[in-house]
């Protein structure tokens, strides 16, 4: 990929990352948004005709690290889960929650990208 190829791909979205919509720092990710199922170990990948340039998104490491190898249905079911887990797991979560620090809410979880397609 050219250096022109990857800030295209930056100025998708604004320089924001696609799916929380923070804005794009230094060492910013492109996902795949249809996985391409990497196997690091043997340094090839299950889906290599995912790897195009119109199936790029840019992405905050933090977003891509957590999307992985999923769609982004996948992706959207597993922040769903965070709260699950935060109350079986955390219990600095447990106790900010009540407290009243933090209020769950039964919101969907939207994408950057989606919002900026309405
Ligand atoms: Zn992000």
């Not at 924001?16 to 492109?30: N, S, T, V």
Request: glycine share 4%.
């Amino acid at each position: 990929m050219t250096k022109k190829q990857r800030e295209e791909i930056g100025l998708k979205y604004n320089s924001r990352c696609a799916y929380c919509g923070d804005e794009l720092q230094h060492g910013w990710h492109i996902d795949h948004i249809e996985p391409i199922i990497r196997n690091w170990t043997k340094g090839t990948c299950q889906k290599p005709e995912n790897d195009i340039v119109e199936n790029y998104n840019p992405a905050c490491p933090s977003c891509n690290i957590q999307k992985n190898n999923f769609t982004v249905e996948q992706f959207r079911a597993k922040i769903k889960q965070f709260i699950n887990s935060l109350n079986l797991y955390s219990n600095q979560y447990k106790i900010a929650k009540k407290y009243g620090l933090v209020i769950e809410t039964e919101i969907e979880v939207k994408f950057h990208f989606e919002l900026l397609e309405k």
